[in-house]
């Protein structure tokens, strides 16, 4: 059961991370289309990097914990349910 719940908060921060990385890049693609320097935007791209490097680390981390839940069997995990369920 705290496995699923980490695994539900880290699906919904890179969820919320994808979003704000496509919202901040449709913002900036806006701004850059109507001025001439796009060296103005250094502050806006680092927060969208920032933003870049919480996905993947969101994603490692999903990717770690389902290959523990693999490694653990189907039958254990089936009989850990089974057991938490009574």
């Known amino acids: 059961m ?7 908060k ?3 921060s890179l969820k919320l991370n994808i979003i704000s990385l496509l919202e ?5 693609l806006t701004k850059i289309e109507k001025e001439s320097n796009p060296l103005k935007f250094n ?5 969208l990097y920032v933003c870049w490097l919480k996905i993947v ?5 999903l990717i770690r914990s389902n290959r523990k839940l693999l490694a653990q069997g189907v ?3 089936a009989f850990s349910n089974f057991i938490s369920g009574l």
């Open 10 to 12: 880290l699906a919904i």
């Open 75 to 77: 039958f254990s995990a």
């Open 24 to 28: 901040g890049l449709a913002l900036i």
């Open 2 to 8: 705290q496995t699923e719940l980490i695994k539900l």
């Open 57 to 61: 680390r969101d994603k490692q981390l």
């Open 43 to 47: 502050d806006e791209l680092f927060e």
